[in-house]
């Protein structure tokens, strides 16, 4: 069973639609990334729910928190429960052999029986008749939440913009995004309608894509990886996002020399001429501003 | 006997596999895949980029078993399906499911070393046969570059397998029983693929299962298995299968695919 906008259910579902239950929230914080083997993907997702008659039943274990990780890719789907000693908080982990691509995060609240529903806080119109409990079948959704999407595209031989795992933020204002990096991970968060205006660019013209997004977040992690004294390179541990950059810069002869007395700077091998970060990024993306150049002279000269 | 190593293509080897499927698609067709190494090795040096690698040298597997076998037994169209898929498991036993979804990994086993096998076994298409280039093109990238678990030749044997031999562990029936009924109902195998649902390996036995007892696994009619599935695929948008117990999971699954 998945979220879905417009879908409508003959009892009140939380989070579905803002009629079911008015001003009453659903929130649930999920945090994925990759073990520091990178054997794994690690998850966890903090489940809070404003309704008080959800909130008995599930402490009644007549309801139950579950999330359902479903990989298109590679055909995976499991459901994780929340466990005994914390109902409201799923913890998990999923080998990445197993994985690959978009993964999809489906958070929601499921009747683990056949249950009688107080309506005391959903909409009046559950009530119209009078009564102010419903009957609800066994595996019925009481509470559901947007899915969270999140891509997985590493490993030592990828381009260089698979070191950014794309993900979804529903809450993120109209238009924005930013870049989120650490050591082991490095997210573009996009807002729901940049994603799709990113998807619909990627088709239309792939350079246009990398332009807008993809060499912006790369200007940003080189910054990151010339100031963050947490990130090293080690060319021979492809988990991390910084290895892999260290990796083509090799090969592109690229080095950054650290230096107690000057700001650190990359440079190239055998001139000693510093480079600035975004022409490095541009030669990490293989010149994506060439190519939008490119593209649209070609345009151009079709007459598109 | 033959095992030669299988290496994933890399990024810039796909790409440039794909140059080639575009202009001369033939090449990928031939039994004889040094002369699409040759034209690899020269579309290298045109581009002055002999330090980039086509293959890498960490991601590579030695088939337990020759894979020129599936050239030598090689036939048209589906019959030998289920048998290939059990081969190929063997010859592949440690390649994991990221892996088999990769077209880097697909297109190196498809073009390096079963291009015979991809060609005869789809020797029923009618792009096969087109001289057109453009049906040649789509032709080779459907069932030699692309990873669509329908279509790539090696992705269509190692997910058929897995699908049987994952829903094994919650079924009546065997790896192999389950194998054969997927392998020779496509019906079947194409709505496990269409329906996030039936990703799941509990809610796919139970549906196998009663496909099977149903007859309806053997009837393989197109209309009664989309049908059937449709009606559980509106089932479950109204409550969630997969936290049923046995029982309730068999019962709504019998409700659709059964209807008293």
Redesign the interface.
Known sequence: ??Y?PR?G?LHPVLGQRDVYYEGKKFNVELKCYPSDKYKEILFSADFSIEVEAINRLIDRNEA?C?I?I?C????????YKGSSSNLRKIEGSIE??????NIEFHP?V?A?KDILLPLDEANKAFRSDGRNIRLI?????LAVHKPSYTKLEF?????TKSIFQLEVDYNMQDGSWEINADPRKAFVVLSANENTRYNFEKFRSKGLAIHTLYLAAMVQALNILLYDIDIDIDEEDFSKWSNIIGRKLS?LKIYIEFSENEAIKFFADGNKKYLTPLWVAQKLLENPLSELIFEDSNNEESGD | MNKKTIY?L??YGYDLLLDIADRKPYLLRNFNSELLMGELENRIKENAQE??QLF?E??KWVPQNSLDAFNEDAVVGPELDAKHAQYLRRALPTI????M??R?VLASICCFHISNYVDKRWGLSKLSKSSNLDDQVTFVKLHWLG?K?ESNAVARLW?LY??ANRAAEYSKYDTNVLLKKISSNVNFYHQ??RR??I???RIRAAVLDIAIETGLADRNKTNEVNSTMSQLNRI?????????SDE?LREQVEGALHPK
Do not use: V
Request: proline share 1%; no cysteine; glycine share 8%.
């Open positions: 069973m998945r879905a879908r259910f139950i579950i359902w479903y298109g890719r590679t055909s995976f789907r499991e459901i990445l052999q197993k994985l690959r691509g929601s499921i683990t079948s066994t595996g019925s959704p490993d030592i031989d990828r381009g090969e | 994933a890399t990024d330090h980039i890498s960490n991601r994991t499911s990221a892996d979804s990769d880097r990873n678990k997910w897995e699908f496990i693929l996030t649902l990703a799941s390996d479950a948008g109204g409550i969630s299968l997969d936290i049923l309730e």
